[in-house]
């Protein structure tokens, strides 16, 4: 119910040509599936593990030494669902960085 109030309220603002709300809102609702996998500083997750997460019911990615649980937003999202699975179980951060 949340995630259709908020698309909702980024539709309204797009046709009202409220383009900086409209563009926080999506901020705001892809924050929503964004979760960050606990880790702890000295590094618990290995990118073994990481690599073990590779499929779209169990997707996480790593990114600047952060591992990502994207399972979610997968569900979510399916049209960047290509583009994420491509990097499913493994570290983006070169790509990410580029």
Known sequence: AKLQRMETQKRAALDAGDYE???????????MFLKP???KKA????????SEHNKPH????AINDV?????DFLQHHPEQR???LAWAGRDATPMWNK
């Open 43 to 50: 590094g618990d997750i290995t990118l073994t593990e990481v």
């Open 37 to 39: 996998v606990e880790i």
């Open 82 to 84: 290509n583009a994420i």
């Open 67 to 71: 591992v990502y649980d994207l399972t």
């Open 21 to 31: 709300k409209a563009a926080q809102i999506k901020k705001d609702t892809d924050q």
């Open 58 to 61: 169990d997707c996480w990615v």
